[in-house]
């Protein structure tokens, strides 16, 4: 049995400086809600893109959103369940990894 695990995507319109050749925060979120949706079909993940410059009002991402910011840290930053599995350019196989900790059942 799996839990449906909740994946954030933190990010900006603006490119970070130090991301100039990467996909945006908006490219990101939809490459990797596509990738998901093939790799574990019928498994359904909630998937958020959150803007650090403009976050909601949920105290813990509004948190994680100023901590992005303070800690100039390379984003998109995806988060899964609370915990960084990419940033600036994360890798499928890393979130993939960790949602099968979830229970996440692959199609090969």
Do not use: H
């Not at 049995?1 to 900006?12: C, L, P, S």
């Not at 990738?35 to 803007?51: E, G, H």
């Not at 910011?69 to 369940?81: A, N, Q, R, W």
């Amino acid at each position: 049995m799996w839990k449906q695990v909740e994946i954030i995507i933190y990010g900006a319109e603006i490119i970070c400086a130090s991301c100039v050749n990467l996909p945006s925060s908006k490219d990101t979120y939809e490459w990797l809600e596509a990738a998901l949706s093939r790799k574990f079909p019928n498994q359904s993940v909630n998937i958020r893109l959150v803007d650090i410059y403009n976050p909601p009002q949920e105290e813990e991402i509004k948190n994680f959103a100023e901590r992005v910011i303070d800690e100039d840290m390379f984003y998109p930053v995806v988060t899964l369940e609370g915990n960084i599995v990419g940033e600036g350019n994360p890798r499928l196989k890393s979130i993939y990894t960790e949602m099968e900790k979830y229970g996440y059942s692959p199609v090969e």
